[in-house]
């Protein structure tokens, strides 16, 4: 007889243990490599909660990873993959620049709509493609969106260094858009902007989406078991779809976030590991759509935290990466477990 | 004469719940008989069993072979003593051959890593040879019957030198036929020194082949006879505590309009022979249950599909209320009012992951919406308590599915399907598996379909079922029907046994 409140206390006793395990091998890693483990310790963990500045940084950097990892987990949620979430982030943040760069003297609220509209855009249309192959042709999605995203990735690069590069700025990047575009900071020092608020929001609402609606019924079931969708006479090519539409919206606003939130400009490479950090978020969250606000500040809490330890203490960038991946790759490997169990199942 | 196999004073309690599913159970088999474990779903047997097989560990109790006390625990220590276990559902690979499949787990190697295909096939062969079965250790999972699986399954427990076998309710998925090659095994197996425990709650078989009966109800023995002492009506008596009567009593013949027709529907593939369905035409009338029976293999899970709407026809058309319903999608025919309980419980009709409640509302979630897709929780909450007491689902409406009994499990599945039947509903093998009181639930369902004026079309490969409950009675036959008769008494199982094997055709020659 299985019990599920069984089930659920072995995943909490698995994370854990994973947490256990990154934390013991980290702990190993600082000793190691550092001169100073105790004080590289401190900064690692307490580094983030010392001032204004580190903790408004923090959460922050949690804001396109709240995004992402919720685009990821619609996905999840109807089985389907999304593994260009890198190319969709970084196109959206393009789109977004592109639009507001286009329309200098255009009013604050008008300017934010539209660019925020195109970074959607674009996202969902990138995404879509693949949902779009899968449907006509069975085209893997796995396959496809990486390969789409990838190659955009190259394109948008071209567009940052070439038509669009700022002449006045020694760095790869477009020029600032517009300074009325700015999203408004919260907890100065730091770059805290008031997308938080709105992106919390927008976590609440894809959970009430998911769980409380007819449409979202649909995406679930035809994700834990298509088949049975098919029987009960839900369109099942429909949500082949719509969840990688939802998935490619939700990393183009995570682009359009950070730009308009924190680099005010698009610059090359800015989305690097968005997308991919995504999906690590997702995993950990299980799909929840509000578990994904905890497992993106715990993603930003142990980047911040490495960034601290090597500002403060003694340990080089590269150091400080190790570590953080370390702690990732275990955590992400356990989920990913949880994951393909769970999916062997469903399928 | 002395007992082989003891289970003394078997307690096993399941944590959240406190059920008791086995209570201070004793259980002795004798060597070289075949022991036939009866009792309704939830009596305990698979428990039981299960605790046999290592496969959970008993609160309390002991278990000895040839007067030697054991700890099983787990089934390679099971395999070990020379126990082997066959469960209900296949647990095959697939994409591997007969003889992969058999030595999984215990694979012969070379030079101590590499798989030795040759020399398994090879061991596996001769184990085939001795025991007799009809099988080739070369061919794929994926090419055999379900009744040549079993028989996979048990060579399997054979090649790990089982001298115990214990079959989970082995004959549920097979035919006629398949079972009687099925008995002709086990006989052949006792022949040659084995033992065999077999769970089932199918009475006739149980008559058929078995020498001693150990009778299980909620959790306890409830009694122990020789097979020759008692007959059908006694074993099912103490079974289920009261006496079950499976004559039902047929309907009048009523309204009889026509609601659903096919017309020379035929299913062709590349590659293949003779047609998967061929030119199959017949009516469904309001008032009417059609029973469809044959062998498996010969077109009955295709014809399940194309009245589902789930499988596109080559050629042929579809009739409902005269309105032309060829090929159109799941959706639409789910719109025009299809009920429909699947062979595939499991991944078809259910959810395994997924609450009892949302479970229920998966034909009926578009009239929960209180605006712009929004669902109204406390309707389908109220719902799911109505169909919970009203089909006495043993279970709680937030719980997955899968945590659920299989006869309750199909509960739900009815529930969902008949409570917004309009004028038609598929029944397709639907009590296999299920113990008598389960199965009688749904015949009753069935005839209460029948007398609200709906067209029940049952699709079964179990020759009582359809005699039992159907009015008019098909038989097909390598895709094609080979007989279409009102029942009566000059049908009899022989008769249909006739058709079923091709013996007998009505339609041949006929366009």
Request: aromatic share 8%; proline share 3%.
């Amino acid at each position: 007889m299985k019990v599920n409140r069984s089930d659920m206390f072995v995943t909490a006793i698995a994370l854990l243990i994973t947490l256990s395990a990154a934390f013991m091998v980290m702990l190993v890693m600082i000793f190691i490599m550092s001169e100073t483990p105790g004080e590289t310790l401190f900064y690692f963990f307490a580094g983030p909660l010392t001032n204004k500045y580190y903790l408004g940084n923090m959460f922050n950097s949690a804001i396109p990873l709240i995004l992402t990892g919720l685009g990821i987990a619609f996905a999840f949620r109807s089985s389907m993959f999304n593994l260009g979430g890198e190319g969709q982030v970084y196109a959206g943040g393009f789109a977004a620049t592109a639009v507001c760069l286009a329309m200098p003297a255009a009013g604050a609220f008008f300017g934010i709509t539209v660019s925020l509209l195109a970074a959607v855009v674009t996202g969902a249309v990138i995404a879509g493609l693949s949902g779009f192959f899968k449907m006509k042709w069975r085209t893997d999605e796995l396959i496809s969106s990486f390969l789409i995203s990838n190659a955009l990735i190259y394109i948008v690069d071209n567009f940052i260094t070439g038509p669009f590069d700022d002449p006045g700025n020694n760095l790869l990047t477009t020029s600032k858009v517009a300074e009325q575009f700015w999203f408004n900071k919260i907890f100065p020092p730091s770059n805290l902007d008031i997308s938080i608020v709105f992106v919390v929001i927008i976590a609440i609402l894809a959970f009430f989406y998911l769980f409380k609606t007819h449409q979202g019924y649909e995406m679930r079931m035809c994700g834990v078991n298509p088949e049975f969708a098919r029987y009960g006479g839900i369109n099942v090519g429909k949500y082949i779809m719509l969840p990688m539409l939802w998935s490619g919206a939700l990393h183009g606003l995570a682009g359009a976030v950070y730009v308009l939130g924190t680099s005010h400009a698009c610059f090359k490479g800015f989305s690097g590991g968005m997308g991919w950090n995504g999906i690590a978020v997702a995993l950990i969250a299980r799909n929840n759509p509000i578990a994904v606000i905890p497992a993106a500040l715990f993603f930003a809490y142990i980047e911040a935290g490495a960034e601290s330890a090597m500002i403060n203490a003694d340990i080089t960038i590269e150091i400080a990466s190790i570590v953080q991946s370390v702690v990732f790759f275990l955590i992400t490997a356990q989920a990913i477990y949880n994951f393909l169990k769970y999916r062997r199942k469903a399928v | 004469m002395e007992s082989y196999l003891s289970m003394k004073n078997i307690s096993k309690t399941f944590g959240v719940t406190g059920l008791k599913a086995n209570d201070n159970v004793t259980l002795d088999v004798r060597r070289g008989e075949i022991h036939a474990l009866v009792g309704e779903n939830g009596a305990g047997k698979t428990t039981l069993m299960n605790i046999l097989y290592g496969i959970m560990q008993p609160d309390s109790g002991t278990i000895s072979l040839n007067g030697k006390e054991l700890k099983i625990l787990n089934p390679i220590a099971a395999n070990k003593a020379g126990i082997g276990m066959v469960h209900q559902h296949s647990r095959l690979v697939n994409e591997f051959t007969v003889a992969q499949n058999v030595v999984l787990g215990a694979e012969p190697k070379k030079a101590a890593i590499f798989f030795d295909n040759r020399k398994a096939e090879a061991e596996v062969a001769a184990v085939i040879e001795k025991n007799r079965f009809h099988i080739s250790p070369e061919m794929k999972i994926s090419e055999i019957s379900v009744g040549q699986m079993q028989q996979v399954e048990i060579i399997k427990m054979l090649y790990r030198k089982a001298e115990l076998l214990i079959l989970d309710e082995p004959t549920s998925i097979l035919t006629e036929q398949e079972i009687q090659r099925l008995f002709d095994t086990l006989r052949e197996l006792i022949k040659r020194g084995k033992t065999v425990i077999l769970i089932t709650h199918k009475l006739s078989e149980v008559k058929d082949i078995s020498d001693r009966i150990t009778v299980m109800r909620k959790g306890r023995i409830v009694s122990v006879k020789d097979t020759a002492d008692v007959d059908e009506r006694e074993i099912s008596k103490m079974m289920v505590g009261k006496s079950v009567i499976f004559d039902f009593a047929k309907g009048e013949e009523g309204c009889r309009e026509t609601v659903l027709s096919l017309e020379k529907v035929s299913i062709r593939k590349k590659r293949q022979g003779h047609p998967i369905l061929d030119n199959i035409s017949f009516n469904a009338s309001s008032c009417e249950i059609v029973g469809i029976t044959g062998v498996a293999g010969n077109g009955l899970t295709e014809l399940e599909d194309v009245i589902a709407g789930l499988q596109k026809i080559s050629s042929g058309s579809i009739y409902h209320n005269d309105e032309d319903i060829t090929n159109i999608s799941p959706k639409a025919l789910r719109e025009r009012g299809l009920a429909y309980v699947p062979t595939d419980r499991l991944k078809r009709g259910s959810s395994l992951d997924t609450s009892v409640k949302e479970n229920l509302i998966l034909t009926s979630h578009h009239d929960f919406m209180k605006r712009c897709g929004v669902f109204d929780d406390n309707k389908i909450s109220e719902h799911s308590r109505r169909l919970i007491s009203e089909y006495k689902i043993d279970g709680h409406s937030d719980v997955p599915i899968g945590t659920l009994s299989g006869g309750n499990i199909q509960k739900v599945i009815l529930a969902r399907e008949l409570d917004n039947v309009k004028d038609f509903v598929l029944f397709s093998e639907p009590t296999w598996g299920l113990d008598v009181a389960s199965s009688e639930f749904i015949y009753e369902k069935m005839l209460e379909m029948r007398a609200r004026g709906v067209a029940v079309v049952l699709i079964s490969s179990n020759i009582d079922e359809i005699l039992t409950l159907a009015d008019t009675i098909f038989v097909m036959y390598r895709g094609r029907l080979v007989a279409g008769r009102a029942s009566g008494p000059d049908l009899t199982r022989e008769v249909i046994g006739e058709y079923m094997l091709g013996l007998k055709d009505d339609f041949r020659g006929e366009e």
